[in-house]
């Protein structure tokens, strides 16, 4: 029989990822955590809704987190309201937030200290491939913890058991850290390449079978920048977010990270100026000039 | 009929482009211009030896160069032996060394005042693409040059005429500043994942599949760093060369390059350590350290 699922969080993640758990036939519960009128889409789709996390809890086998930060994290989990007041002993929560692995690890002692499973389990892909349920999933955890969340996992994509509790975000964040700064080696290149007058479709179509291919170029430019828009995608406060907790793991290790510490500079400067809940590719704000002539007068 | 080619710079690439020539049935000429070794070699795949540059052109339609900067391709073009004191009139050069575009069509002006043809024709792809034929190959240049060349070009990879001369170079500076990011982001988010305890073989999988997916990553870093080599490959100091040449581009044009400039103060510390021979993966023996254990007594 399939697992009682309760799911918090239904941001532009957890609400497509509560849809690909209904189309695979768990039940699921869920309450308000934010977002009022993604439970009410969701009711339709006969999710129970709970008064709150511990209600979430108390009605489930298995919970699910999908939330901003570790702070969010944190307060679902333990805060007044939180799932360790409702939650019977054995219940296997698994955070798919991305966090610092250090916070992952810190909740997952204390809530085995209560008797309670903790797999952390942060997904790339973002919300199509939430809404197709075919998520990259970077797992964290226990072997039977993971073998017992592994059909709720698979019902949301594809995971992938990495190593002990807080591997799944290490994983996760060297991820972000990458992102990070092969958005910024397209666009500081391509606004190059177009000051020279170049086309970047043409160039993004080249360098596809050249030693620069990425899927950013290929596949996340042609629906922002390239297409003139930086709405949806995923938000460059949120990156920053996670930049912070790469630079902050990599702090306590004593590892340098120069490149990553200049990019969430930069990321933080666009935030700065007010383009935080664009998708982060508006950094090629930052380098397209508003005198955007083709520069061949300065050419030989 | 197949055109008589000249070529000039026998190096890792261009000895395996020669090859490719002649396995398409292209007559070659060519001369020692710093690899008598290769000349041997290529003797024995039918190549026609001349004496110097001059000779070669003389002997040649299409003069192809692959030569390391702008420099070697100045001496090449005009020096005291140079082409220009051999070849015919209306005898078409391509450029298939990685050069600053400004320097590309500096080339042509002077070339086409004495009446030669210039196309600009930089590769990607490195020696193992070299040898199977199959390099990406970004062309500039007039309609008609192109055109004339292309069935070289073609025995050697794949062309794509992307604009007028220096639009090659361009967007071939564009996929060197674009690695050079692209590497560093890989190196600086892997090396903390490994400190962190990660299998960086299962690392490289499961983000073939997330959102960092890249080329320097899934196929270069396995030959490579990862194999415990950073032999072959491509040289951290002609890395540099390349970036050093987008930089000036950028400065001519005010284009800011932050994270560009960084990776190649970065590369160029690692070159003043004694490294610029080595494939550019080693700027991961900047983060490596000595003590490699996994540093998970730092963590809850």
Not at 40 to 46: A, C, K, P
Not at 67 to 72: I, Y
Not at 94 to 110: E, G, H, L, Q, Y
Not at 239 to 266: E, I, S
Request: contains cysteine; glycine residues 8%.
């Amino acid at each position: 029989m399939d697992a009682r699922v309760g799911f918090i969080g239904l941001g532009r993640m957890g609400e497509p990822m509560v849809r690909s758990l209904r189309r695979a036939g768990f039940p699921v519960t869920s309450c308000v955590h934010r977002n009022r009128a993604a439970m009410e889409r969701l009711r339709e789709h006969g999710v129970v809704e709970a008064a709150d996390s511990a209600a979430v809890a108390s009605a489930s086998e298995i919970v699910v987190i999908c939330v901003p930060d570790a702070p969010q994290v944190e307060e679902v989990l333990f805060g007044e309201r939180g799932i360790v007041h409702g939650a019977k002993p054995q219940t296997t929560i698994v955070d798919m937030s991305t966090i610092s692995p250090i916070a992952s690890r810190n909740f997952a002692k204390r809530l085995e200290a209560a008797a309670f499973h903790f797999v952390d389990a942060p997904v790339s892909g973002g919300p199509a491939r939430a809404a197709d349920g075919t998520l990259t999933i970077m797992v964290g955890g226990a072997a039977e913890d993971v073998a017992r969340v592994e059909p709720v996992l698979r019902a949301m994509g594809t995971p992938t058991h990495l190593g002990p509790v807080g591997m799944g975000e290490t994983v996760k964040l060297a991820n972000q850290a990458i992102i990070a700064g092969v958005m910024l080696a397209n666009i500081e290149a391509l606004v190059l390449a177009k000051r020279l007058g170049a086309n970047l479709d043409a160039v993004r179509k080249v360098l596809a079978t050249a030693t620069a291919s990425n899927y950013l170029l290929e596949q996340w430019l042609p629906k922002t920048w390239f297409a003139g828009t930086f709405e949806g995608g995923f938000s460059l406060d949120l990156l920053r977010k996670d930049l912070a907790a790469a630079l902050d793991a990599a702090r306590v290790l004593g590892h340098p990270m120069p490149a990553t510490g200049l990019a969430y500079q930069l990321y933080t400067t666009r935030s700065a100026e007010g383009d935080g809940a664009l998708d982060y590719s508006a950094i090629a704000k930052a380098y397209e000039r508003n005198d955007t002539e083709v520069v061949t007068r300065h050419l030989p």
